[in-house]
């Protein structure tokens, strides 16, 4: 959704994010990420370079403070696709900024998405669908919630919000209590 964002909005830029995560074919250095050793993330840690940075899945994630300056200084939107944790680090030190949460419409939805992508493991599928299901716990920290039930219609809404017109976006379809009060044992239920 941030890319197809991206592709509509001349003056929204996504800041590209450290990790010490292993890059993935088709990845490119620089563009999908910059992939450094741990080490060399650390170091940048005990030298302030993240506006935020935090550990996800075993590997570092953080988003460079002077990048994310400078595009705010060049007068661009600047998109941070951060968790929960990361962006109340940012609205701590930015607290003009806007942080938006997207969620699925359901628990099961997210898994039938999760499981479509047909790359991970079950191990794997279950400890994203834990992780997603924390993650959302905090979705209400956000300024906003945007519904991804429909992506070119979640989509308008996210450029709305951009855009400074949040006005004129959807209602939530669903109850958020009972999209978050959903139980995920291995087998995801249908809320």
């Known amino acids: 959704m941030a890319r197809a964002l991206l592709a509509s909005s001349a003056e929204s830029r996504m800041s590209i994010s450290h990790t010490t995560r292993q890059r993935r074919a088709g990845e490119v250095n620089g563009e999908d990420y910059f992939f450094v050793d ?86 794997v599928i279950r400890s994203r669908m834990r992780q997603a299901i924390d993650e959302m716990q905090h979705c209400k920290e956000a300024d906003f919630v945007v519904l991804n039930d429909d992506f070119n219609e979640a989509l308008v809404d996210l450029t709305l919000i951009v855009a400074g017109e949040s006005d004129n976006i959807r209602a939530l379809t669903v109850d958020l209590d009972d999209l978050l009060d959903a139980d995920y044992d291995g087998q995801a239920n249908t809320v």
Not at 49 to 66: I, K, P
Not at 77 to 89: F, K, S, T, Y
Not at 95 to 123: F, H, M, T, Y
């Open 38 to 123: 741990q080490a060399e993330f650390l170091q940048m840690v005990d030298d302030g370079v993240f506006l935020e940075y935090a550990q996800v899945y075993g590997n570092y994630y953080g988003t460079s403070r002077l990048a994310v300056e400078e595009m705010l200084a060049a007068g661009l939107n600047v998109v941070l696709d951060i968790d929960w944790q990361g962006a109340r680090e940012v609205r701590e030190q930015m607290p003009q900024a806007v942080s938006i949460s997207i969620l699925p419409p359901s628990i099961s939805e997210l898994e039938r998405r999760l499981r479509s992508r047909g790359s991970d493991s079950e191990d």
